[in-house]
RNA sequence: GGCGGCGUAGCCAAGUGGUAAGGCAGGGGCCUGCAAAGCCCUGAUACGCGGGUUCGAAUCCCGCCGCCGCCUCCA
């Protein structure tokens, strides 16, 4: 059964079938560079990364492009207001986003395009559309993609230009042919960005980028396409205008993926609604598969809550995920070859059925489901007195898949380091007090050890002790 | 107004024609000197409301209510 991804072009479950067989093109829309990003930014940037570890999983060779846009309104408007000069505010929240890549655990895109560094190509497209009538030069450099001209434009987002013509609530350039025309190419104005073209130096619109930096680095069809939903209309529908009106080429792009957005209380989190939590200031307080667990749990296509009744939850969530990966108990006596045998089997079952859900669209809830069935048979197992051994084989599953999301589930129990030594001692000690009933010296022992953030458990088989997360 | 989508237990969230996954929180129990963790049991006669189709609907159709996103920069 092959993989079935939602497109929002056809607003359909499809078979995934890749233009080239084993090889996946892949382009995300990554962010503009003109302030610290937020959690939604985030989130947007991980759903990919989860989608293309399962892609990789599946034995795809996946081809990775996420672009920086370093050139845009917003950046000579910051730059402006900090006195700055925009294409260093730029490079300098690139360097920033690239930390984050890093910090939350993400996989390196194979090319991270710039703008500024695609000029050429931006060039060159813009030149074969007004070759091919398919845009417009005004008097001072300005050059227009004329909507009318293709026919099936609004196919993405389901509109139609009669719609649009309605709904503009911005007064349309007079000199636009029709008001639904964009801009590919934005002639300078005084100290902004410039670069020569054939009508005079200038800049690119917003939306031909993606288009330049999809053809240069991926070609002229590619299979996924992600990015917000919020997307979709009209940067999207767009980049397939101008796309499909260059190469002459449709579909564009195979598979459109868009991500539900990430939502605080009613409204969606964003920068103009002054309700984002940046990443910084997210990851002082938590981990990076904190935020990894609460995108895993909800679907992809839907909006994420996001608030502390969440985050708490996917902390806990997180910790349920790890503890199946603790050590057996220090006296396990051992299960029967049955009882073995029984466990690797739930393993494979678990395997199965996060492949199964994972198939269908990437879905991450059904998946993970999969994963805490695992751990509570694991757990079984170990109260049941299974050696290390003996739960290997299924905690080596519970990895790897786990891995496959992207998550660290570090291995707890005998912590590794210098302490060891101490906290056995100590809790030999501790034993001896046990022995005696000497209750209060005994628990003295174990609170001091928790106020030094070692956890230490009495189980039936032995005393364990980690470290606190 | 147009386009797209959502409404499932206290919370988060799968399921889209065959009789409601999973996580968090809660209750009871086992284990334990206590604790913690784990394990076992427990929760919606029920899927926004009202009709309809069907042997059968949370799942399909119609209507209504509420909410969100996009139509302007936005992951």
Known sequence: MAIQVYNTLTRRKEPFQPLEDGVVRMYVCGPTVYDKAHL????SVMVYDIIRRYLE?????????????????????????LGEDPMALAEHYIEEFERHIRELGLLQPHVKPRVSQEIPWIVRIVEGLIEKNFAYVLEGGDVYFH????PDYGKLSGRRLEDLQEGFRIEPDPRKKHPADFALWKAAKP???????????????????CSAMNIHHLGEQIDIHGGGQDLIFPHHENEIAQSEAYTGKAPFVRYWLH?????????????????????????????????????????????LLFNEATVHQA??????????????????????????????????EARRAFEEAMDDDFNTPAALAALFTLVRHINQARDAGATDAQLRKAQATLLELAGVFGLTLTPEGPATGDIAPFVDLLLEVRQELRRQKMWALADRIRDGLARLGIQVEDTPHGTVWRRKS
């Open 147 to 150: 909507v009318p001209q293709k």
């Open 57 to 81: 999983y599946r034995g795809y060779t996946v081809r990775h492009v996420m672009n920086y846009t370093d050139v845009d309104d917003k950046i000579i408007r910051r730059a402006r207001e």
């Open 259 to 303: 991500n539900g957005l990430l939502m605080v209380g009613d409204t969606k989190m964003a920068k103009s609604e002054g309700n984002f939590v940046t990443i910084d200031d997210f990851l002082k307080e938590h981990e990076a598969d904190v935020l990894r667990m609460m995108v895993l749990q909800s679907h992809y296509r839907r909006p």
């Open 191 to 209: 100290g902004e960005p410039s670069w020569d073209s054939p009508w005079g130096p200038g800049r690119p619109g917003w939306h031909i980028e």
């Open 315 to 348: 902390e806990a969530a997180l910790e349920r995920l790890r503890g199946g990966m603790r050590p057996a108990f220090p006296q396990a006596p051992g299960l029967d070859a049955a009882r073995v045998h029984e466990l690797n089997h739930q393993a494979e």
């Open 40 to 43: 939604g930014h985030a989130m």
